[in-house]
């Protein structure tokens, strides 16, 4: 069973910037496709950005131009750069493959408040 490991949130205020971070353990990392997800409170998890075993990346919408995926597959890590934070932000973000494997990290919490 693949662990997964995030970190990097924190309480930032509008306009700032995190980056997260979340090491993997296990062999297959490499050939996978990765995302980071996010859990608002009181709303369903949802993809926020996703990145290919060759380093292909999708957004979604509401982040399009202020987050970027990136991963390095010999260190078995995937990061989230996230640039001019917004409010609707906060949320708790995990990393997960994607689609996601039947278990989940503790995920790092994101808020982003003034």
């Known amino acids: 069973q693949v662990q997964l490991v995030e970190s990097g949130g924190g309480l930032v205020q509008p306009g700032g910037s995190l980056r997260l971070s979340c090491a993997a353990s296990?062999?297959?990392?490499?050939?996978?496709?990765m995302a980071w997800y996010r859990q608002a409170r009181g709303k369903q998890r949802e993809l926020v950005a996703g990145i290919s075993a060759g380093g292909f990346t999708n957004y979604v919408d509401s982040v399009k131009g202020r987050f970027t995926i990136s991963r390095d597959n010999a260190k078995n890590t995937v990061s989230l750069q996230m640039n001019s934070l917004k409010p609707e932000d906060t949320a708790v973000y995990y990393c997960?493959?994607?689609?996601?494997?039947?278990?989940w990290g503790q995920g790092t919490q994101v808020t982003v408040s003034s």
């Open positions: 997960n493959r994607n689609p996601p494997w039947g278990h």
């Open positions: 296990g062999s297959i990392f490499s050939i996978v496709r």
